[in-house]
């Protein structure tokens, strides 16, 4: 099972009234593709339009059939309220995660965290997560060994709210993004900070696109958290469990690489720049 804010396949309502579907925008729906292509799996992700929700509401809280790029989607859309999902995803998951682990926030330049943004972290990103998590596990209801695939910084309290209920399932966390060291996590009050590493370690393997990546969660769990790390085994002792921290470069749709190259918009676009090219370099 893969979950993510995105998903696979995102629905609008076309100029004609015409209900359009077109593959979801982003790094991670592109990493992922491969692995549904070669191994079904159900995809449960947010309802982020107002055709995504009228979907959802059409299919009962049933997944969906899709196909998309000659891959076969199984997707779940998850509806949340409106508010909540704003101030999820437009107050806390973009400008201010999104920011602190690309290091544009320190504490130098920190952003105000006060009752709006307390709100938001309570009432819309913890509020997401929590129907999410419903999500899933309503999902692996009967199924005796589940695999959950959380992915990115947008579920990093879901994992928790599964292990509560599923003490048995296998839970992975994949973070699409760089982790930054731990001053830079020092901006966020320490009830969220202890809450989104509380959730990631509910997973019993949390993955990175880098070994420094992977060295600078095992510092924050460290140096936060208070935990004990093995830096050598890439492992986090919390709560009688072990977490593993590995890093796991993730490669392109090589075949969609080529798809997209040998299409004609490509071929044309090659062409242009051909043709603007100083003589010199047409030639290498």
């Given at each position: ?5 995105r ?7 076309g100029?004609d009234?015409?209900?359009t579907?077109q593959?979801g925008?982003?790094g991670?729906?592109t990493a992922l ?5 070669h ?8 309802a982020?339009t ?8 059409e299919a009962?809280g049933r997944?969906?059939?899709q196909?998309l790029?000659?891959?076969?989607y199984?997707?779940?859309?998850v ?9 999820f ?9 999104w ?5 544009l926030w320190?504490l130098?330049?920190?952003?105000d ?7 938001a972290?309570?009432?819309?990103y913890?509020?997401v997560?929590a ?7 309503a999902?692996?209801?009967?199924d005796a060994?589940?695999l ?7 579920l990093?309290?879901c ?7 599923r003490?048995?399932?296998v ?10 060291q ?5 901006i966020?009050?320490?009830?969220m ?16 696109h880098?070994?420094?990546?992977c060295?600078n969660?095992?510092?924050?769990c460290?140096e936060l958290?208070?935990l ?6 890439g ?6 469990r ?8 993730l490669?392109i749709?090589a075949?969609?690489?080529d798809r997209?190259a040998?299409?004609?918009?490509v071929?044309?676009?090659e062409?242009?720049i ?9 030639t290498?």
């Amino acid at each position: 099972m893969i979950v993510s804010n995105r998903g696979p396949a995102q629905f609008e309502r076309g100029p004609d009234g015409e209900r359009t579907v077109q593959r979801g925008g982003g790094g991670l729906v592109t990493a992922l593709s491969g692995l549904v292509a070669h191994r079904g799996a159900l995809w449960i992700a947010s309802a982020m339009t107002n055709e995504d929700v009228a979907v959802s509401r059409e299919a009962g809280g049933r997944p969906v059939i899709q196909e998309l790029d000659g891959v076969t989607y199984e997707v779940l859309l998850v509806e949340s309220e409106s508010e909540a999902y704003d101030s999820f995803y437009n107050v806390i998951a973009n400008p201010i995660l999104w920011f602190i682990q690309h290091y544009l926030w320190d504490l130098s330049n920190a952003p105000d965290i006060r009752r709006e943004e307390a709100d938001a972290w309570d009432y819309g990103y913890k509020t997401v997560n929590a129907d999410i998590a419903r999500a899933v596990l309503a999902a692996i209801a009967d199924d005796a060994e589940p695999l959950v695939m959380f992915h990115d910084y947008h579920l990093y309290t879901c994992p928790a709210l599964v292990r509560a209920s599923r003490p048995d399932a296998v839970l992975h966390h994949f973070v699409h993004i760089p982790w930054s060291q731990p001053d830079s996590w020092r901006i966020l009050p320490g009830r969220m900070r202890e809450e989104i590493y509380r959730g990631l370690l509910a997973n019993d393997i949390i993955g990175f696109h880098t070994t420094a990546y992977c060295r600078n969660f095992l510092h924050c769990c460290r140096e936060l958290m208070e935990l004990e790390v093995d830096y050598k085994r890439g492992a986090v002792q919390h709560s009688g469990r072990e977490t593993w921290v590995r890093a796991y470069p993730l490669g392109i749709d090589a075949g969609r690489l080529d798809r997209a190259a040998e299409s004609e918009e490509v071929r044309e676009y090659e062409q242009e720049i051909l043709r603007t090219a100083p003589t010199s370099r047409r030639t290498c």
